[in-house]
């Protein structure tokens, strides 16, 4: 039996109520993309995202599995979630 897919509202909410950018950016993706008829994960939903002239796109959560064929740099082991204020922005 399927369980029933979480709604875009219930995970965003989850995202936000947890500390940090990286959740943040993660809800503000599946904001963005997630739908929740569609196949697949948000994740994988947001790893599909081919909008990469917008700011977080290089920053987006991308599935493991499917790093390599995004051409997105795999995070070394400890470093998920890290975020650069370089990469953001904040710091030159
Ligand atoms: S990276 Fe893609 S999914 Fe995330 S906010 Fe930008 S356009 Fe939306």
Do not use: H
């Not at 809800?27 to 997630?34: D, E, G, L, P, T």
């Not at 002239?53 to 890290?82: N, Y």
């Amino acid at each position: 039996m399927n369980r029933p897919r979480p709604t875009k509202q219930s995970i965003i909410d989850r995202l936000i109520n947890k500390p940090g950018l990286r959740a943040r950016i993660n809800a503000n993706c599946v904001s963005c993309i997630y739908d929740q008829a569609a196949p697949g994960s948000w994740r994988k939903q947001v790893t599909q995202c081919t909008v990469d002239s917008c700011p977080l796109f290089d920053i987006r959560p991308v599935s493991f599995s499917a790093k390599d064929s995004t051409g997105s740099k795999p995070l070394e082991s400890g470093q998920r979630g890290e975020i650069r204020p370089q990469k953001l922005g904040i710091l030159a």
